[in-house]
């Protein structure tokens, strides 16, 4: 029985992550990325402290995101919580997780079709 599931052309699959970029519907982009269902955009923080709602504005500007995963890099931290205030006044939940858990969970979403955009920090 394949499980595999059914992701319409043109969706944005991370395919691979790691040696400071990532694969993403078979382009390779170096340093961090954010994720849409339709597409991929540079973001240019390279480290946790550099996650702030200024990098975050193209997620908060989508309109019709619900679900933002935080990539945070090695390991899951929490962002700030005036952040996350500010997307929650947005109708957007901030998950945070290490970057190759918010990559593969990403993946599940957007092929169940949920409302989910991701952030992920690079990790070498």
């Known amino acids: 029985m394949d499980v595999t599931p059914l992701v319409p052309e043109g969706r944005q699959v991370i395919q691979a992550y790691g040696d400071g970029g990532f694969?993403?519907?078979g382009k390779r982009w170096v340093g961090s990325v954010l994720v849409f269902p339709e597409r991929t955009l540079s973001w240019n923080a390279t480290n946790?402290?550099?996650v702030d709602a200024e990098g975050l504005q193209p997620i908060i500007d989508e309109g019709g995101v619900q679900i933002l995963l935080l990539g945070c890099g090695r390991r899951a931290q929490?962002?700030?919580r005036d952040l996350r205030a500010r997307l929650r006044a947005r109708g957007i939940v901030i998950e945070p997780m290490d970057t190759g858990a918010a990559a593969r969970t990403?993946?599940?979403l957007m092929a169940e079709e949920r409302a989910v955009a991701a952030a992920l920090l690079a990790v070498e």
């Open 23 to 25: 694969r993403i519907a």
């Open 48 to 50: 946790f402290d550099e």
């Open 78 to 80: 929490f962002p700030h």
């Open 106 to 108: 990403y993946n599940v």
